[in-house]
């Protein structure tokens, strides 16, 4: 079953813009993370949140988690080219074991020039 | 420093045939993870390895069996390929430091069951 649902689904912005991707999950979790998959590629680890944290950013990117509501956000600001691919939320259930992460369907995001 | 490498990177089976998928990598992980990722379904966990000699089931373990002889090594094997287990599949790892786990993925093995 799948935990986590992105929103949108797809996504098209112009070069410089900022995109907004939103992640809803259903289960307590340990921590929430962002990958990103270029076209044909394997997923590459963007950002983690852990579920005490509210916010964290690196470079371009901003995570928002709130744990109330089970919703993260992704933010990438003054968004390029090289950012079109899709962005997959990820959580890590509450048990501690192997990073057993279940991955949401994932935003296509469109960076066009 | 190659990371994580799956071979073959395509392949075309008939249903009923059988085939294994190697993975391998170098940053001495202890944890080592399938997926398979469906058009609009994200990716799925298939099985799993907390360590060398070990295997665990995951989301959608049926039609496929696992070996991790080696640490470095995680065989996927599917011993009588069906139409439904076209897909494309991901192999990764991941150091067992603490809880929060980032998870390294290989390039992925594109395969077609006729």
């Known amino acids: 079953s799948q935990q986590g649902e992105e929103d949108p689904q797809a996504l098209s912005i112009q070069e410089g813009e900022n995109a907004t991707m939103n992640c809803s999950y259903k289960?307590?979790?340990?921590?929430l993370q962002w990958y990103r998959q270029n076209s044909g590629r394997g997923l590459v680890h963007l950002i983690l949140?852990?579920?005490?944290?509210r916010e964290k950013h690196s470079g371009r990117l901003r995570v928002t988690l709130d744990t109330s509501k089970k919703s993260s956000s992704l933010l990438i600001t003054a968004s390029r080219a090289a950012d079109t691919a899709s962005y997959f939320c990820?959580?890590?259930?509450?048990?501690?074991?192997?990073?057993?992460?279940?991955f949401g369907t994932g935003t296509r995001l469109q960076v066009t020039l | 420093n190659a990371g994580v490498t799956q071979t073959p990177k395509f392949r075309v089976l008939k249903t009923g045939q059988s085939m294994t998928l190697l993975c391998a990598q170098d940053?001495?992980?202890?944890?080592m993870y399938w997926y398979r990722q469906d058009p609009g379904m994200g990716l799925r966990l298939i099985h799993y390895s907390v360590g060398e000699g070990t295997t665990a089931k995951g989301e959608v373990p049926d039609g496929y069996n696992v070996s991790r002889l080696k640490k470095q090594n995680f065989l996927l094997g599917l011993e009588s390929a069906a139409p439904s287990q076209t897909s494309v599949y991901f192999c990764a790892s991941s150091p067992p430091s603490g809880v929060a786990r980032e998870l390294f993925f290989g390039e992925g093995s594109r395969l077609t069951v006729l």
């Open positions: 949140i852990r579920s005490n944290e």
């Open positions: 289960t307590s979790i340990n921590n």
């Open positions: 940053m001495n992980h202890e944890y």
């Open positions: 990820a959580t890590n259930p509450n048990t501690g074991t192997a990073s057993k992460l279940t």
